[in-house]
T-cell receptor, first 114, second 113 residues
Framework: NAGVTQTPKFRILKIGQSMTLQCTQDMNHNYMYWYRQDPGMGLKLIYYSVGAGITDKGEVPNGYNVSRSTTEDFPLRLELAAPSQTSVYFC?????????????FGPGTRLTVL | GENVEQHPSTLSVQEGDSAVIKCTYSDSASNYFPWYKQELGKGPQLIIDIRSNVGEKKDQRIAVTLNKTAKHFSLHITETQPEDSAVYFCAADGSSNTGKLIFGQGTTLQVKP
């Protein structure tokens, strides 16, 4: 298993541009998550999904959108990029259910908005 | 909602010494408390977790303790080694059943050879 994969690894955007961060997992996990990690701030949940076709907001959803058309993929869309969205983005997945909480993380995407 | 506070933000120890990282949480309904280790340039990886029906759990050199009454839990690393140097995050699951985790701010552990 490749686990959770994310593309791209690095990206520089200009203010106002848009992009999609890709996330794929091959573990047949039901639950998937997007986090952003700012220096000294830990991980903040942006959006999450408990299954294909179901998504919901996390702590910091403004400026982002997600979709979950398949079990494997959970892309994160940035519209009208702003400098405040400069961060490292992590995708994670878990099997789901009260006894399968372990989240498996991807390697991250480092995004800079100039 | 759940809030998790983690201390200290940085910790430096000599190789062979013990390291302790502490977290407090606010939602008494939380019942799952994982600890993640993040090495430079990588995603976090689970190293140990504990559920609310257990007070302590050990795995070789690492252990986690949970005090539900006081709403705090701690990570203990004994006989530290240079490869233990990393950022450590605690988390709690809050009262939702969606698997969401609320993370602490992280502790940068440096183990000096």
């Amino acid at each position: 298993n490749a686990g959770v994969t994310q593309t791209p690894k690095f990206r520089i955007l200009k203010i106002g541009q848009s992009m999609t961060l890709q996330c794929t997992q091959d573990m047949n996990h039901n639950y998937m998550y997007w986090y952003r990690q700012d220096p000294g701030m830990g991980l903040k949940l942006i959006y999450y999904s408990v299954g294909a076709g179901i998504t919901d907001k996390g702590e910091v959803p403004n400026g982002y959108n997600v979709s979950r058309s398949t079990t494997e993929d959970f892309p994160l869309r940035l519209e009208l990029a702003a400098p405040s969205q400069t961060s490292v983005y992590f995708c994670a997945s878990s099997l789901g259910g009260s006894h399968y909480n372990e989240q498996f993380f991807g390697p991250g995407t480092r995004l800079t908005v100039l | 909602g759940e809030n998790v506070e983690q201390h200290p933000s940085t910790l430096s120890v000599q190789e062979g010494d013990s390291a302790v990282i502490k977290c407090t949480y606010s939602d008494s309904a939380s019942n799952y408390f994982p600890w993640y280790k993040q090495e430079l340039g990588k995603g976090p990886q689970l190293i140990i977790d504990i559920r609310s029906n257990v007070g302590e759990k050990k795995d070789q050199r690492i252990a986690v303790t949970l005090n539900k009454t006081a709403k705090h839990f701690s990570l203990h690393i004994t006989e530290t080694q240079p490869e233990d140097s990393a950022v450590y995050f605690c988390a709690a699951d809050g009262s939702s059943n969606t698997g969401k985790l609320i993370f602490g701010q992280g502790t940068t552990l440096q183990v000096k050879p």
